[in-house]
């Protein structure tokens, strides 16, 4: 789980140039800038990330005029997400910064202290999501158990993580700015999911279930599975006319697949073998941007983020995937899959 208030250790400030007022301190992975001597390397402090919807009090007050949020409420009048402050990604003299630090007197009596220790409750922190636009369509029930939901970890917290993979060999693709997708056959039946749901596959007005209507995704997900000798689904990124602004600006909605799962096994087949398998399916992969032997920190792959769209030269990527090539053998982590987003797509896009 994201961690969006959380305690944090100041690893280190320094100048930034042409600006005597402000330095930049370096928390967990991240960049934030602050004011000059107002945290010292060594100081704990109470961090949160973009992304979070702080309340309206009074230790948050300062931070109206640039990040009032109104309260957002569904078509019933219902409050989907109340109002609050957003903190997203900014630059200051040409720095990035991401994230706030506030000193660990803004806690509440009896919150957690300690390295790490999550307090974005105790804090009444939310997550701000932006609006989402294009239907996905009627739900038939929560998000089914037996597949994984799709995620990605910010590689800004993944600093220590990043150590023990030196060496690596890892795959990278393109992060698609649309809305995630699933589709599986599951005890010889055919599902198609959003993000956090099960859909009606006979909503006629589902952006996500037309898609695998006009793919025949089924027919290909059951003669991949015939195949194989287990049940297969797939996992995508859905863009397009409707998705998330266009961003590629396509004429058509697309697929672009990142996943392919035996459902059989709760087992995510290996790169190679998801490529093969793509293809036999006759779907689109997401763009893969080749591999590194990873020898990078987190500023390195934050860099990396940084291009173009492979979809549309004139787009900034949202970021990139970064996935070992092959398993690696470490109890601890199971499965590594990180992103890296980039910080010009935020700047632009976040609004
Ligand atoms: P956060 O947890 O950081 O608040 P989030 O969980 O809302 O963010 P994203 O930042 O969009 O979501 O990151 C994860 C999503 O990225 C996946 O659910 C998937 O839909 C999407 N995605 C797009 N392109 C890719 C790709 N190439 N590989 C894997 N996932 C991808
Ligand atoms: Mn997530
Ligand atoms: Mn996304």
Not at 2 to 20: C, F, G, H, Y
Not at 272 to 278: F, G, M, S
Request: net charge negative; charged share 25%; hydrophobic share 40%.
């Amino acid at each position: 789980m994201r961690k969006l208030a959380s305690i944090q250790t100041v690893n280190a400030a320094e100048p930034i140039p042409n600006a005597d007022a402000i330095e930049k301190i370096r928390v967990l992975g991240w960049w934030v800038v602050t004011k000059k001597g107002e945290f010292k390397p060594g100081d704990k402090v109470v961090y949160c990330e973009i992304d979070s919807l702080l309340p309206e009090t009074a230790d948050f007050e300062f931070l109206r005029p640039n990040c009032f949020k109104p309260a957002r409420t569904d078509a019933a009048g219902a409050v989907v997400l109340p109002s609050g402050f957003r903190i997203k990604t900014i630059k200051l003299r040409g720095q990035v910064s991401q994230g706030i630090c506030f000193p660990l007197n803004i806690l509440p009596a009896g919150a957690p202290t300690d390295e790490d220790a999550d307090v974005t409750d105790a804090l009444g922190v939310c997550k701000w999501e932006p609006p989402q636009t294009g239907a996905s369509g009627r739900a038939r029930g929560s998000f089914p158990g037996f597949l994984p939901k799709t995620d990605e970890t910010r590689v800004q917290v993944l600093e220590k993580v990043l150590e023990r993979y030196q060496g690596v060999e890892f795959y990278l693709t393109e992060k698609l700015d649309g809305t995630s997708f699933t589709a599986f056959i599951r005890e010889g039946e055919f599902g198609v999911c959003s993000r956090n749901m099960l859909l009606d596959t006979t909503d006629p007005m589902s952006t996500l279930v037309g898609v695998a209507k006009r793919l025949n995704l089924e027919e290909r997900l059951r003669a991949l599975g015939a195949a194989r000798g287990f049940e297969v689904a797939v996992q995508g990124e859905i863009i397009g006319p409707g998705v998330q602004q266009n961003k590629y600006a396509l004429k058509e909605v697309a697929l672009r697949v990142f996943n392919v799962f035996d459902v059989s096994a709760y087992r995510f087949l290996d790169h190679a073998d998801v490529l093969t398998a793509i293809a036999e399916m006759g779907l689109e992969a997401v763009p893969q941007l080749g591999t590194l032997v990873l020898s990078h920190g987190v500023d390195e792959l934050v860099a990396l983020s940084e291009g173009m769209s492979v979809l549309n030269a004139k787009a900034q990527r949202e970021g990139i995937v970064l996935r070992p090539l092959r398993e690696v053998d470490d109890h601890y982590l199971g499965r590594l899959s990180f992103k890296a987003i980039n910080p010009k797509f935020l700047l632009k896009y976040d609004e």
